[in-house]
Nanobody, 124 residues
Framework: QVQLVESGGGLVQAGNSLRLSCAAS????????MGWFRQAPGKEREFVVG????????AYADSVKGRFTISRDTAKDTIYLQMNNLKAEDTAIYYC?????????????????WGRGTQVTVSS
């Protein structure tokens, strides 16, 4: 059974940082890009960031460039999202995702597996 399990969400003040983790299990994730989407209340789920299976190639939404950093530990099948200088508009449920192929697969929402999500709330 494939599982993507997120952790690290919470409530923080604007300007502070949070680190999210996503541990994948149930199959090998070689050749799968992994990343994060988010969904704010009343809005559609949107792509945030992705990383290739090797951990070398990354892609970021313009809204988070320079503030968020994704990394991947291939040995542990785990990805991390370091979120700095958080803003109120970053408040959302953050979902871990895996898509077969390059990071562009994530941008195109061709997601094979989803996590259940973790809440991030940023107070202004």
């Amino acid at each position: 059974q494939v599982q993507l399990v997120e952790s690290g969400g919470g409530l923080v003040q604007a300007g502070n940082s949070l680190r999210l983790s996503c541990a994948a299990s149930g199959r090998t994730f070689d050749d799968y890009a992994m990343g994060w989407f988010r969904q704010a209340p009343g809005k559609e789920r949107e792509f945030v960031v992705g990383v290739s299976w090797s951990g070398i190639s990354t892609a970021y939404a313009d809204s988070v460039k320079g503030r968020f950093t994704i990394s991947r530990d291939t040995a542990k099948d785990t990805i991390y999202l370091q979120m700095n200088n958080l803003k109120a508009e970053d408040t959302a449920i953050y979902y871990c995702a895996a898509a077969y192929g390059p990071t562009e697969s994530l941008r195109q929402y061709r997601v094979s597996y989803w996590g259940r999500g973790t809440q991030v709330t940023v107070s202004s």
